[in-house]
């Protein structure tokens, strides 16, 4: 069983540029949601997609926007890049559904803005 | 809005000793309370989890002890272990959407 991957696992980009992230969910889960961990902090919830839907955003601006694709996979997309942005970028499967289920993260992507 | 406050920062045991961690949460619209596990390099895996209609749940050497009243909960690590060291964040869960707390930074030392 193939567990969640992501790529880059490392990325420069300048301020006001665009980046796109990507994520493979683990095998047999709907579900994504993405985290982004400033140095030394919790991850803060970015937004979740279930079959390829929007499922609930946190409290980040429209320029970070996602998409999910048939196989489950996922991208996010960050456009005019802030300094701020600079951070880990969590993107976690989970198999949906009612009730707690568990989120199982990937190793992240590192996007440094400079 | 932070609504889940983790204390302390950071953690430093000797080995065999029993660490722990606390948290204080403000939305009671969470149903789920989950401790994650962090190394460096790594995202958070899953180390267990509580619901509010429980004390304390244990597994192994991992005790989670719920306080609803006081919307408090805590992680008691038993005999730490150095491969313990790890950072380690509480969260709740409402709706499939995680809350995490700030995080512990927790160093067994041999």
């Known amino acids: 069983e193939t567990g969640v991957t992501q790529s880059p696992t490392h990325l420069i980009k300048t301020r006001g540029q665009q980046v796109t992230l990507r994520c493979s969910s683990q095998s047999g889960h709907n579900t994504v949601s993405w985290y982004q961990q400033a140095l030394g902090q919790g991850p803060q919830f970015i937004f979740q997609?279930?079959?390829?839907?929007?499922?609930g955003r946190g409290n980040f601006p429209p320029r970070f926007s996602g998409l999910q694709f048939p196989n489950y996979s996922s991208e996010l997309n960050v456009n005019a890049l802030e300094l701020d942005d600079s951070a880990l970028y969590l993107c976690a499967s989970s198999p949906g559904g009612t009730g707690f289920n568990e989120q199982y993260f990937g190793p992240g992507t590192r996007l440094t803005v400079t | 809005q932070q609504q889940v406050k983790q204390s302390p920062q950071s953690l430093i045991v000797q080995k065999g000793g029993i660490s722990i961690i606390n948290c204080a949460y403000e939305n009671t619209a969470f149903d789920y309370f989950p401790w994650y596990q962090q190394f460096p390099g790594k995202g958070p895996a899953l180390l267990i989890a509580i619901r509010p209609d429980v004390s304390e749940k244990k597994e192994g050497r991992f005790t989670i002890s719920f306080n609803k009243s006081a919307k408090q909960f805590s992680l008691h690590i038993m005999d730490s272990q150095p491969g313990d060291s790890a950072t380690y964040f509480c969260a709740g869960v409402s709706g499939s959407r995680l809350t995490f707390g700030e995080g512990t930074q927790l160093t067994v030392n041999p």
């Open positions: 997609y279930y079959r390829e839907e929007e499922n």
